[in-house]
C-alpha cells in the first residue's frame, strides 16, 4: 500500500510500505478515508524525535472503514464507518477503567521508551511509531487499529467525513482542555494558539457557557477564522498588549482558565535573553501564568516537549493557580463529540482548509509547517 512516511528532518516521502495485517483477536483493519495533519506532528516533521526511524509512516487523526475484524472484536463490522481516536488504549486498565485511556499501561508497546523520561508511559498513539507504542499512522491507505472496539468509534450517517475526522484528536483535545479547565457558565476563557486545537478548545469553553473567549495567535487568518466560527475575541499578539487587554476583557481580573495550544515549544530563559534575534516570540505558558486571575486554571496542552525553564513557579503559589497538562486526549469523550457534531452544535469542517491527495502530502505538510495559504489542516484522502 502507499502511505506518507518520514525519511529524514524536513523530508517526507509517500513511498510502497507492506499492508497491515490483524495481529492480535482485537484488531481492526482501516481503509482510510481521510487524516489530517496536527501541530504535534511538526517537532516529529523536523526530526526533534530521536526514536523516529526513516520510513516510519506518520499520522495521528483520520477515518475509515472498517475491512477487516478479528475474532474479538464486538462492535465492529465490515464496512462500518469509524473514527479512530489518535490514542491507543486498552480499555481494561486501572486507568482506562477510571476514563484515563490517555494513561493507559497498555497502550504502548515500548514503555521504557518513556518510562524512564517521564516516570511513567502514558498510552500508545498512531504515527508516533516507537516513543509511543510502535504503531504506523494513518496517512496510508490502511492502518491496523489495536483494541477496536476502545479506541474506533463509528461515526452517525449523518456526519459527514470532513467534520468527523477531528472527532478523532482536535476536537477531544479541545473539550479536554474545557473540562481540565473546569469551564462555567460566565466564566472568561483566554486560548494562545489559533491552530485547529487552539479553536476547539475556545469551541468547547462557549458550548459549557462561558461568557467570553479570547483567543491569542499572531496568523491574522487564523483569529478570523475563530472569530467566525467559534464567537471568539480575536488578540493578535504582535498588535496588542496580551496581558493588559485580557484584565480588560476580565473586570481587571484576568481570565479564569487559560489554555495553552500553542505549537513551538516554550522559549528557554537563554532564547528570551537572545529573543530578538530568534524572534520576538513571547512565552505563551510564562503569559498565561501571568494573565490568569488568581485562584484560577492554567491547561496546558502543547508547546511542551521536554524541559521548561524560567517557569514562573513562584505565581503558580503566590495566586493559588491550578496548572493542568494533557498530552493527547481521552476516547471517552469521542461518541458524545460526534453526537454534538450530528447535531450540528459542533461544526469542524473549515479547519480541512487544504484537501489534497495521499500523494501530495509532502506538501501538505510543508503547507500546514508554514502556515503558508492559510493552511490550518491539511487532509489527505487515499
Ligand atoms: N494535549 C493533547 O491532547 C494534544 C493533542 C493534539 C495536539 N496537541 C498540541 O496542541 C498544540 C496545538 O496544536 P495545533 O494542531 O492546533 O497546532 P498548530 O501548529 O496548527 O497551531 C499552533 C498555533 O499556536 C500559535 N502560537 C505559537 N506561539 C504562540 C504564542 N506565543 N502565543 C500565541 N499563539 C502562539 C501559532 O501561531 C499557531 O497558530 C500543539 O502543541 C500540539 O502538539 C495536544
Ligand atoms: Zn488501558
Request: with cysteine; hydrophobic share 40%; aromatic share 6%.
Amino acid at each position: 500500500m502507499r502511505a506518507l512516511c518520514w525519511v529524514g528532518a524536513d523530508q517526507l516521502a509517500v513511498r510502497e510500505v507492506p499492508d497491515p495485517e490483524l495481529r492480535n483477536e482485537r484488531d481492526i483493519i482501516v481503509r482510510v478515508r481521510r487524516s489530517a495533519t496536527c501541530g504535534a506532528d511538526l517537532p516529529l516533521l523536523a526530526g526533534r524525535d530521536p526514536l523516529l526511524r526513516s520510513g516510519d509512516v506518520l499520522g495521528a487523526e483520520f477515518l475509515g472503514e472498517v475491512v477487516e475484524t478479528g475474532p474479538g472484536v464486538r462492535r465492529h463490522r465490515s464496512g462500518d464507518r469509524v473514527v479512530v481516536g489518535a490514542g491507543v488504549a486498552c480499555g481494561g486498565c486501572w486507568y482506562c477503567r477510571a476514563g484515563l485511556h490517555a494513561c493507559c499501561d497498555n497502550g504502548s508497546t515500548e514503555p521504557a521508551s518513556v518510562d524512564d523520561g517521564w516516570g511513567r508511559s502514558d498510552a500508545g498513539c498512531f504515527g508516533r511509531p516507537r516513543a509511543a507504542g510502535g504503531f504506523a499512522g494513518g496517512h496510508a491507505e490502511y492502518v491496523r487499529v489495536p483494541y477496536a472496539d476502545v479506541t474506533a468509534v463509528r461515526v452517525p450517517d449523518v456526519v459527514g467525513d470532513d467534520r468527523a475526522l477531528f472527532a478523532a484528536d482536535a476536537a477531544p483535545t479541545g473539550w479536554l482542555a474545557a473540562e481540565l479547565g473546569a469551564v462555567r457558565p460566565g466564566d472568561v476563557v483566554a486560548v494562545w494558539g489559533a491552530g485547529a486545537v487552539g479553536q476547539l478548545a475556545a469551541r468547547a469553553a462557549t458550548l459549557r457557557g462561558c461568557a467570553r473567549v479570547v483567543v491569542v495567535d499572531r496568523h491574522e487568518e487564523r483569529l478570523r477564522m475563530a472569530e467566525r466560527h467559534t464567537g471568539a475575541e480575536p488578540l493578535n499578539y504582535r498588535r496588542t498588549d496580551v496581558s493588559a487587554e485580557l484584565r480588560d476583557h476580565s473586570g481587571g481580573r484576568g481570565p479564569d482558565v487559560c489554555v495553552v495550544a500553542v505549537g513551538e515549544p516554550p522559549a528557554r530563559s537563554v532564547v528570551d535573553r537572545f529573543g530578538a534575534r530568534v524572534g520576538d516570540r513571547p512565552d505563551a505558558l510564562r503569559e498565561a501564568v501571568y494573565a490568569c486571575r488568581k485562584g484560577g486554571t492554567v491547561v496546558v496542552l502543547g508547546g511542551t516537549d521536554g524541559f521548561v525553564d524560567a517557569f514562573p513557579l513562584g505565581a503558580v503559589t503566590d495566586k493559588r493557580l491550578t496548572v493542568r497538562g494533557a498530552r493527547r486526549p481521552d476516547l471517552r469523550d469521542v461518541p458524545m463529540l460526534l453526537d454534538r457534531m450530528a447535531r450540528d452544535e459542533l461544526r469542524t469542517e473549515h479547519l480541512a482548509t487544504h484537501r489534497l491527495p495521499l500523494e501530495e502530502a509532502p506538501r501538505g505538510y510543508a503547507l500546514f509547517r508554514d502556515r503558508a495559504d492559510g493552511c490550518v489542516r491539511a487532509v489527505f484522502s487515499p
